[in-house]
């Protein structure tokens, strides 16, 4: 039962260095998305995946790139870190209804991972 | 811009207590999810309410969406410690069902 899988947990890195944020679901889910959560704005969608082979930005993309590898990964790409992303990031899994798009169903979270940028 | 508000920002109750958290846009949604997120981890689904005017109960928990699915309010009876924790709402905007809307917020704390 792991669910939504984020790895690293915890990361700390200096201005203008790269990273990728990693996640795994297990849910067989085909929308993915990537948000990150400060204090007083809440949490906000930076990019997501509606389906394997597709992403689109979300609220506040500038910074951050992604790639949905396969159904199961979706990854987040910092090229030169600022201290403006130092946050926590999730990311979130959905199963959308034949009904209605991705955003209409629950997401499910990972736990998070704590970004410090120095 | 559409916003979701949600009110109080911060309760802190007693072991027992009742209470009621709400979440208000002038935006009409398809459907509105609350979740809750405890320290350390991602938020976890509670309910959705899709139906104006539906109620939906889980065990202590009330969630109501508002006729007009423009708000929603969460009421929580005898509350106990288990129960802290930050209460999310999120709206499915009816516009185009692309883009989903959170509030802040609430951060309950319900003490021994």
Known sequence: ????????????????????????????????????????????????????????????????????????????????????????????????????????QPQHFGDGTRLSIL | TQLLEQSPQFLSIQEGENLTVYCNSSSVFSSLQWYRQEPGE??????TVVTGGEVKKLKRLTFQFGDARKDSSLHITAAQPGDTGLYLCAGAWAGNNRKLIWGLGTSLAVNP
């Not at chain 1, 939504?4 to 067989?28: E, R």
């Not at chain 1, 990964?73 to 130092?86: C, G, N, V, Y």
């Open chain 1, 1 to 104: 039962n792991a669910g939504v899988t984020q790895t690293p947990k915890f990361q700390v890195l200096k201005t203008g260095q790269s990273m990728t944020l990693q996640c795994a679901q297990d849910m067989n889910h085909n929308s993915m998305y990537w948000y990150r959560q400060d204090p007083g704005m809440g949490l906000r969608l930076i990019y997501y995946s509606a389906s394997e082979g597709t992403t689109d930005k979300g609220e506040v993309p500038n910074g951050y790139n992604v790639s949905r590898l396969n159904k199961r990964e979706f990854s987040l790409r910092l090229e030169s870190a600022a201290p403006s992303q130092t946050s926590v990031y999730f990311c979130a899994s959905s199963e959308p209804a034949a009904w209605a798009g991705p955003f209409n």
């Open chain 2, 42 to 47: 991602g938020p976890v689904l509670l309910v």
